[in-house]
Nanobody, 113 residues
Framework: QVQLVESGGGLVQAGGSLRLSCAAS????????MDWYRQAPGKQREFVAAVSSGGTTNYADSVKGRFTISRDNAKNAAYLQMNSLKPADTAVYYCHISGSAYWGQGTQVTVSS
């Protein structure tokens, strides 16, 4: 059974930083692309960033230069470092195995102005 568990969300002022973590179960973790998505109230879930098993990254234009995605295959973990946060970044952030139905439960990020 696959499980993804996010942590690290919270309340931060604009301009601040947070680091999200995603702990994954299952030995397949190291061969899959890992994504982060987010969903703000009343909006559709949107792509934030992705990292391949080899470390290649991809970002949404809205977070380029501010967010950094990474992974540690030995620990079955993925991370999202978020800097220069804006109120528009307020959302529930989800960890996801790309192309699969496996999602974490989400972690709330709230950025105050």
């Amino acid at each position: 059974q696959v499980q993804l568990v996010e942590s690290g969300g919270g309340l931060v002022q604009a301009g601040g930083s947070l680091r999200l973590s995603c702990a994954a179960s299952g030995s397949f973790f190291s061969v899959n692309v890992m994504d982060w998505y987010r969903q703000a109230p009343g909006k559709q879930r949107e792509f934030v960033a992705a990292v391949s098993s080899g470390g290649t990254t991809n970002y949404a234009d809205s977070v380029k230069g501010r967010f950094t995605i990474s992974r540690d295959n030995a620990k079955n973990a993925a991370y999202l470092q978020m800097n220069s946060l804006k109120p528009a970044d307020t959302a529930v952030y989800y960890c996801h195995i790309s192309g699969s139905a496996y999602w974490g439960q989400g972690t709330q990020v709230t950025v105050s102005s």
